[in-house]
């Protein structure tokens, strides 16, 4: 394992002498590109390497050393952009560019370390031409699933969750073990990913569930009986009431002993989290209008949205108001916050891309028929769904470069027959429930015949 790190870190310091080298004489132009034209560009490179192994000569005497060390160096590249959000400067020093080259090879040399322990040091024993393919191999993939949301090429998963007498699935969060739901039928139902099949039911509010998030610890949910509940993960034992909120509790996030929730009584509550026993409001926020549908945070600011038609923006640390967004011309329904952006969508129909700091409206989006329920965003895209039943997959990058002319919306997605209540995204799949009483998700890794499940629930919680 010694010489393996040994041989990497040589390795990796020459890629990165060359990658300070380019960025002293062209800077980070490459920051301009998409994420499918470095796929590209690697899989260019890839192809080389193997077009000169099969023929055992070259006509252009570069070494091929330097198409690996390309490959690496292109990878970083795509690893800092999936890091960096498209707000981002371009133009990046070379202290920044320096520090996040050496975050992510560090993230790699762990990665590396961990499967020599799994595997040994068999990879070793590969041919060079072996790697090459590998290589190609995992680059088809990605195109392909890069196609794959282009063109709207998915596998079809359907949960059917057969609620007891009133249907629809409010809320959701997923991870690759689990599906985790609140029902309109006051239930918390957790589904196993792999299988669809529902494992568990939690049952102790006496209204429907209208928003959750959960950890490695614990699930909080809202509700429409005005409750914040605390439950184990892992057992589905109820832990914790909270009682505070007058109406219903619409929305809550947690994270690092704060949790911020929201109500239709037009307040916002600010909680210090000590143990899943100990949770104490810390702090009130008042001033919106209205029901407010959503709140979002993080260490910096604390961001709400009202049926006002207001966004307001709070310091985290002093929960002092900062400022107001103002633009939607109905009730804002949905938004997430992340770094410098904040995404709402609104019962206008439509979806405003917001620069936190100044308070300016980026871009307005336009194509939903009724009010745009949910909305989540990462570096490249944006997925919105809507009470017309749709689901809308956005180009982020494109919206927010005022001189695009590329169509912003990619893809629309038809599958559900009820309004669309809340959904969840990643490089591979969608996942979203709705009025419809189903949860579907849309797997790109996959485009094979859809799959559909009843609940056959294994054990049941009652508190």
Not at 341 to 367: F, Q, Y
Request: aromatic share 8%; net charge neutral; proline share 2%.
């Amino acid at each position: 394992m010694d010489q393996t790190l040994r041989q990497y870190d040589e390795i990796i310091a020459k890629c990165k002498a060359l990658f300070l080298k380019k960025h002293q004489d062209y800077g980070s132009s490459w920051r301009i590109l998409r994420l499918p034209s470095i796929t590209d560009q690697l899989y260019i490179k890839a192809k080389r390497i193997r077009s000169i192994e099969e023929k055992g000569v070259q006509q252009v005497h570069d070494p091929i050393e330097g198409e690996f060390m390309g490959l690496i160096n292109y990878s970083i590249i795509a690893l800092i952009q999936l890091e960096l959000d498209e707000d981002a400067l371009i133009e990046l020093s070379h202290d920044q560019v320096e520090k996040l080259y050496d975050e992510n090879v560090a993230i790699v040399r762990t990665l590396m370390m961990q499967k020599n322990h799994d595997y040994g040091e068999v990879w070793r024993e590969m041919r060079v031409s072996s790697m090459t393919d590998l290589i190609l191999t995992k680059l088809l993939r990605i195109k392909q699933i890069e196609d794959n949301w282009r063109t709207g090429n998915f596998q079809l998963e359907k949960i059917q969750c057969r609620s007891q007498n009133s249907k629809g699935v409010y809320c959701l969060q997923y991870d690759d073990e689990k599906i985790i739901s609140g029902l309109r039928d006051n239930t918390i139902k957790i589904w196993n990913r792999q299988t669809l099949e529902c494992t568990k039911v939690l049952t102790g509010h006496n209204g429907s569930v209208l928003c959750l998030q959960y950890d490695e610890k614990i699930i909080v949910t809202g509700s429409s009986d005005s409750t914040i509940r605390i439950w184990n993960v892992q057992t589905g034992e109820l832990m914790n009431t909270l009682l505070h909120h007058c109406e219903a509790v619409l929305h809550l996030r947690f994270s690092n002993g704060t949790m911020v929730t929201c109500s239709k009584d037009r307040s916002i509550a600010v909680w210090q989290m000590n143990s899943p026993v100990d949770i104490t409001i810390r702090r009130v926020l008042v001033g919106h209008r209205a029901a407010v549908n959503v709140v979002d945070f993080d260490d910096k600011y604390i961001v709400s949205a009202s049926g006002d038609r207001t966004i307001k923006v709070w310091d985290t640390k002093t929960c002092e108001f900062v400022r107001t967004l103002l633009g939607h011309k109905r009730g804002i329904a949905c938004l997430q916050y992340r770094d410098k952006i904040v995404v709402s969508g609104s019962s206008d129909n439509t979806i405003r891309i917001w620069d936190i700091e100044c308070g300016a409206c980026l871009r307005i989006l336009e194509g939903h028929d009724e009010l745009v329920r949910c909305i989540r965003f990462d570096s490249k895209r944006i997925v919105s769904g809507a009470y017309d039943g749709k689901i809308k997959v956005w180009d982020l990058v494109a919206a927010l470069d005022p001189r695009s002319q590329t169509p912003l919306c990619i893809r629309t997605l038809t599958e559900h027959t009820g309004r669309v209540f809340r959904l969840q995204f990643d490089e591979f799949q969608i996942i979203s429930s709705s009025h419809d009483d189903t949860i579907l998700c849309f797997n790109f890794l996959n485009d094979s015949p859809s799959i559909e499940r009843s609940p056959t629930p294994m054990n049941s919680s009652t508190s």
